[in-house]
């Protein structure tokens, strides 16, 4: 009598896990989540500007090598053709942090544009894209760092090597030190810091 409970049990938890699976995965929601978002009266909204032409790449790490294939090494300028921009917004109670982007450049190879949040806690890759035809590319992240805890957002060109603190060629950044920890100093990526 227990083994088809059991067996009935095990069956029904792989059918719930299937399903959670699919919505995890579901690219079609995570858009219709991020429309939602940026259609919302609520929203908070701030604009990432570009970072100033000849700002040199962060150091590699200890040890580390420089980027690989694609990426201009530590100290080279990115050829900007595009006029790149974008924005940081949520809707406040939820966990959903939208990153909008457009006038990117193309990428080569291995290259994406990557994504980190700083709050609190320190620095977390949200997540890497290569945009569109039209320089234009989305990067949604529904973990931590909560959205009204961030007070910085960088984007970088660079390979994905999933370091949680910015790598690769300097392309955005906003700081607001009204959010940030009293002794919070804007990333600096001369020293990598």
Do not use: C
Request: no cysteine; charged share 15%.
């Amino acid at each position: 009598m227990t083994r088809p409970v059991i067996a009935v049990l095990l069956v029904l938890a792989l059918g719930w896990l299937g399903f959670r699976a699919v919505q995890a995965f579901d690219q079609d929601r995570h858009a219709a989540q991020a429309a939602a978002v940026l259609a919302a009266p609520d929203r908070v909204s701030y604009q990432l500007p570009p970072v100033p032409p000849g700002q040199p790449s962060p150091p590699p790490p200890e040890g580390g090598a420089p980027e690989r294939e694609g990426s201009p090494q530590p100290g080279q300028v990115l050829g900007t053709v595009h006029s790149p921009g974008g924005r940081l917004s949520y809707r406040p109670g939820t966990w959903l942090s939208v990153v909008d982007l457009e006038g990117l450049d193309p990428v080569a190879g291995h290259e994406r544009y990557l994504v980190f949040l700083r709050n609190w806690a320190g620095w977390t890759l949200a997540g890497a894209t290569r945009p569109g035809p039209d320089g234009v590319a989305q990067v949604r992240s529904a973990a931590e760092p909560r959205p009204p805890t961030i007070y910085e957002v960088i984007v970088t060109r660079a390979v994905d090597d999933a370091t949680s603190i910015p790598h690769g060629q300097p392309v955005l950044q906003w700081f607001d030190a009204s959010l940030a920890p009293p002794k919070a100093r804007k990333f600096d990526f001369a020293l990598g810091t």
